[in-house]
T-cell receptor, first 113, second 114 residues
Framework: AQTVTQSQPEMSVQEAETVTLSCTYD???????LFWYKQPPSRQMILVIR??????QNATENRFSVNFQKAAKSFSLKISDSQLGDTAMYFC??????????FGTGTRLTIIP | DVKVTQSSRYLVKRTGEKVFLECVQD?????MFWYRQDPGLGLRLIYF???????EKGDIPEGYSVSREKKERFSLILESASTNQTSMYLC?????????????FGNGTRLTVT
């Protein structure tokens, strides 16, 4: 079975600090795709960043970057210089090549002014 | 920009009612999905469709059915609503055979069954 685990239900950091959200998964597949989605209070789920498992280089999108450790099956999201607008639920998600996304349970991140 | 529109933002229904949740996308996506979101459980897949009139069960299909008569529209049906179906429902669409392509989500429908 393919599982996705987010072990931090809630986190909070001061504005401008750096925060790392953790995600681990279990699969026997060799090639798959990894995503971090953000769901702000407005509820619109939007893509933050994505990574392809066969690529060794970690993906980066402005203040957002991932630390992908394939052997450890770990896919964490780092947010640098956090801003108030980063307050949201964050979900890691995986496409194991079967047209579906499997989601973690989410981390509620609060940025404190 | 891709737009995925869910017909209702909030819905209150009574136990035993038949409930329809509608979702429309405007980007000619082949795949459409219905997820249920509950605190502490994340998003769980109810059903998905990869073509008109095609559907496949997700992880929690019990108590639900779906309809996809047109490519742009995907409906979730609760045949006889129960209180344990009180939840947030999210519709999403995406390109077929492109697993690296992200899903696009609607704003969600918060359903309360009393």
């Amino acid at each position: 079975a393919q599982t996705v685990t987010q072990s931090q239900p809630e986190m909070s950091v001061q504005e401008a600090e750096t925060v790392t959200l953790s995600c681990t998964y279990d699969t026997s597949e060799n090639n798959y795709y990894l995503f971090w989605y953000k769901q702000p209070p407005s509820r619109q789920m939007i893509l933050v960043i994505r990574q392809e498992a066969y690529k060794q280089q970690n993906a980066t999108e402005n203040r957002f970057s991932v630390n992908f450790q394939k052997a450890a099956k770990s896919f964490s999201l780092k947010i640098s210089d956090s801003q108030l607008g980063d307050t949201a639920m964050y979900f890691c998600a995986f496409n194991f090549g079967n047209e579906k996304l499997t989601f973690g349970t989410g981390t509620r991140l609060t940025i404190i002014p | 920009d891709v737009k995925v529109t869910q017909s209702s933002r909030y819905l209150v229904k009574r136990t035993g009612e038949k409930v329809f949740l509608e979702c429309v996308q405007d980007m000619d996506h082949e795949n459409m999905f219905w997820y249920r979101q509950d605190p502490g459980l994340g998003l769980r897949l109810i059903y998905f469709s990869y073509d008109v009139k095609m559907k496949e069960k997700g992880d929690i299909p019990e108590g639900y059915s779906v309809s996809r008569e047109k490519k742009e529209r995907f409906s979730l049906i609760l045949e006889s609503a129960s209180t344990n179906q009180t939840s947030m429902y999210l519709c999403a669409s995406g390109r077929s055979a492109l697993p690296h392509s992200p899903l696009h989500f609607g704003n969600g429908t918060r359903l309360t069954v009393t």
